[in-house]
C-alpha cells in the first residue's frame, strides 16, 4: 500500500529548485524526509499537503492528488509545523480544542478527544497553564498533540526535535514511535539529523539540494557488518584486560582495532574483523584463558551517516562532496546532541 507516491516532483523558485525531479513511494510506518537546512523538507510537506502547487511533476497522498484534493489531503492528514506557531495566552486544552474544532469535531468530541491526546503526549497535568510558560519541549508536544487530534490516518511532524535537548530529543522520538504503533498512524517525519532517524524510522528518504540521494528501509542503510566490538572486565592478574586480551589475540595471529565508533565506554572497547563463526569461538576461549569476564560481543551496525561517508568514497561522481559534509555534519552535531540554528 502507498501512503505518498511523487513522480518526477519539482519545485522551482525565481532564484533556487527546492525540489528537483523527485520520484518516491512511501508506504505505511514512520518515514525520515532528512536533509540538511534548505535540502527541501518543508517545501515538500507544503506540496503533500496541497497548500503549495508543484512546478512539474505529480504528488498524491492516500490516493489523493494534492493539485486537486488538498482540502481532502488536510482532512486525512495532521500537520506539525517546524517553526514556533502558538499562541501564548491560552491554555494547550484551549487550543486544541480549537483546532479539533477546525477541524470538524462537535464541541462534546472536540474536548474528549483534546484530553486523550494531551494525555498521550504527556502534558495531561500541565493542560490549564498559559502555553507561553511552556518549556521548549512542551510546545512541541503541543504542536503535536494538535496535529493529531482529530485521529488522522498520517501526519506530516516537520523537525519536532528540534530545539530538544538530548533528553527531550529523545523522549519525542519515542513519542513519535508510540503515534504509529499505538495508534496505527503513518509518519513522515523531518529531520536535519541522519542519525536520530535510524532508531524511529522504518525507511528513511534523504534529500540534499532538493534532489533524492536514497530511499531505503532503515535495514538496508544499517546492515550489520563484519565487524565484532569487544568489551571484557579486568582482573587481579590482568588489571587492564582489554590489553591483555588484545596482546593474546594478536599472538594467536588476529587484528584488533580501537574502537573509533562511538560506543558506549568507548576505550574499554575494540574491534576485530570477523570473516567467519571461528572468530568468536576464538575471543571466546581467549577470553576464557585469561581468566576475563566477556561483557560485549556484538556485530556493529552501520551508522546511516557512514553509509554517507562510504558512498562518497566510492561513488565521488554521484554523491557530492557537499553532501557528505552536510551528512558528516549532521552526524557531528547529534553527538554533540547540538541544535542546527
Ligand atoms: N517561498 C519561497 N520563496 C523562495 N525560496 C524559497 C521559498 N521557500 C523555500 N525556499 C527555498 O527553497 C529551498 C528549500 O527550502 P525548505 O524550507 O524546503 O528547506 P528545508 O529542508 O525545510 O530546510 P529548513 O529545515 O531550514 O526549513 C531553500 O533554498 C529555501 O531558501
Redesign the pocket.
Known amino acids: 500500500m502507498t501512503v505518498i507516491a511523487t513522480e518526477s516532483l519539482s ?1 522551482r ?4 529548485t ?1 525540489l528537483d525531479r523527485l520520484t518516491l513511494d512511501i508506504g505505511p510506518g514512520v518515514t525520515g524526509l532528512v ?10 510537506i507544503k506540496i503533500l499537503l496541497g497548500l503549495s502547487p508543484a512546478t512539474e511533476g505529480t504528488a498524491a497522498v492516500l490516493g489523493l492528488d494534492v493539485a486537486t484534493s488538498g482540502g481532502e489531503i488536510r482532512e486525512r492528514v495532521g500537520y506539525m509545523p ?1 517553526h514556533d506557531c502558538l499562541p501564548p495566552d491560552v491554555s494547550a486544552t484551549e487550543f486544541v480544542v480549537h483546532m479539533a474544532r477546525m477541524s470538524g469535531l462537535p464541541p462534546a468530541a472536540a474536548r474528549e478527544r483534546t484530553a486523550d491526546t494531551l494525555r498521550h503526549v504527556g502534558l495531561y497535568e500541565e493542560r490549564y497553564r498559559p502555553i507561553g510558560g511552556y518549556s521548549t519541549g512542551m510546545k512541541q508536544r503541543v504542536k503535536l498533540a494538535q496535529a493529531l487530534v482529530h485521529d488522522p490516518q498520517l501526519v506530516f511532524l ?2 519536532p526535535t528540534n530545539g530538544l535537548d538530548p533528553v527531550g530529543r529523545d523522549e519525542m522520538l519515542d513519542l513519535i514511535r508510540r503515534v504509529h504503533t499505538d495508534f496505527g498512524i503513518s509518519v513522515l517525519v ?1 529531520s ?1 539529523l541522519l542519525g536520530e532517524l535510524e532508531r524511529t524510522c522504518d525507511h528513511v528518504v534523504v ?1 540534499d539540494g ?1 534532489k533524492l540521494l536514497r530511499s531505503s528501509s532503515t535495514t538496508d542503510f544499517t546492515q550489520s557488518t563484519t565487524t565484532l566490538a569487544i568489551e571484557v572486565t579486568d582482573s587481579d592478574e590482568h588489571p587492564d584486560g582489554t590489553a591483555a586480551l588484545r596482546a593474546a589475540l594478536h599472538t594467536r595471529g588476529v587484528t584488533t582495532h580501537d574502537d573509533g565508533g562511538g560506543l558506549p565506554g568507548a576505550g574499554h572497547i575494540f574491534l576485530l574483523d570477523a570473516a567467519d563463526e571461528t572468530a568468536y569461538d576464538l575471543v571466546r576461549d581467549t577470553v576464557a584463558d585469561l581468566g576475563l569476564g566477556l561483557v560485549r560481543m556484538e556485530q556493529r551496525r552501520h551508522h546511516i551517516a557512514e553509509v554517507f561517508r562510504s558512498q562518497d568514497e566510492q561513488r565521488p561522481e554521484q554523491v557530492s562532496e557537499r553532501a557528505a559534509a552536510r551528512a558528516a555534519t549532521a552526524a557531528t552535531a547529534e553527538q554533540t546532541g547540538g541544535d ?1 540554528r
Open positions: 519545485k523558485f525565481p532564484r533556487v527546492a536533509g540538511a537546512n534548505g535540502a527541501g523538507k518543508s517545501t515538500m517546524e516537520d523537525e523531518t536535519h534529500i532538493g542546527k
